[in-house]
C-alpha cells in the first residue's frame, strides 16, 4: 500500500495476495498496524498529498495524483486527518518543512488519526 498508494486497491485483491479471507486480512491487518486497511491507505494517500501540495499542486490535481476519485471525500477525509481543508493547507507557508530534510519532514508532517 505504501508503494501503490496511487492504484485502486481493494481489500478481497490484496488479502488474496496474503493467501487470506478478506475478513481475516482485515483483522490482522488492524492489528499489526493500529487501523483498518481502507484508513491506512487513505492516510497514505493524504500523507503524499500534503507533500504534492507544499509544492504548490492544485488540490483537484493533487486528488488526482494520489489516486483518489471523489473531490469532495478526498477533501473531507483531508480535513478530518489534517484538521483543515487542502486548501487552506496548500495556501499557508510550509517553509520549516521546505528546510528540513526530507526524512525529518515526513516524520514531522505525517498525519495522524485520532479516533
Given at each position: 500500500?505504501?508503494?501503490?498508494?496511487?492504484?485502486?486497491?481493494?481489500?478481497?485483491t490484496?488479502a488474496?495476495?496474503?493467501?487470506?479471507?478478506?475478513?481475516?486480512?482485515?483483522?490482522?491487518?488492524?492489528?499489526?498496524?493500529?487501523?483498518?486497511?481502507?484508513?491506512?491507505?487513505?492516510?497514505?494517500?493524504?500523507?503524499?498529498?500534503?507533500?504534492?501540495?507544499?509544492?504548490?499542486?492544485?488540490?483537484?490535481d493533487?486528488?488526482?495524483?494520489?489516486?483518489?476519485?471523489?473531490?469532495?471525500?478526498?477533501?473531507?477525509?483531508?480535513?478530518?486527518?489534517?484538521?483543515?481543508?487542502?486548501?487552506?493547507?496548500?495556501?499557508?507557508?510550509?517553509?520549516?518543512?521546505?528546510?528540513?530534510?526530507?526524512?525529518?519532514a515526513?516524520?514531522?508532517?505525517?498525519?495522524?488519526?485520532?479516533?
Open positions: 500500500m505504501d508503494r501503490d498508494y496511487a492504484q485502486p486497491l481493494d481489500v478481497p490484496m488474496t495476495k496474503a493467501l487470506m479471507s478478506p475478513a481475516h486480512f482485515s483483522r490482522e491487518f488492524k492489528a499489526a498496524y493500529g487501523e483498518t486497511p481502507y484508513a491506512y491507505l487513505m492516510t497514505r494517500r493524504i500523507e503524499r498529498a500534503m507533500a504534492l501540495l507544499r509544492e504548490g499542486m492544485s488540490v483537484t493533487a486528488c488526482t495524483a494520489v489516486g483518489a476519485t471523489s473531490l469532495g471525500s478526498f477533501s473531507s477525509t483531508f480535513t478530518e486527518i489534517v484538521g483543515e481543508t487542502p486548501s487552506s493547507y496548500r495556501s499557508r507557508p510550509h517553509d520549516a518543512a521546505e528546510a528540513m530534510p526530507l526524512c525529518v515526513k516524520i514531522l508532517t505525517r498525519p495522524t488519526r485520532y479516533a
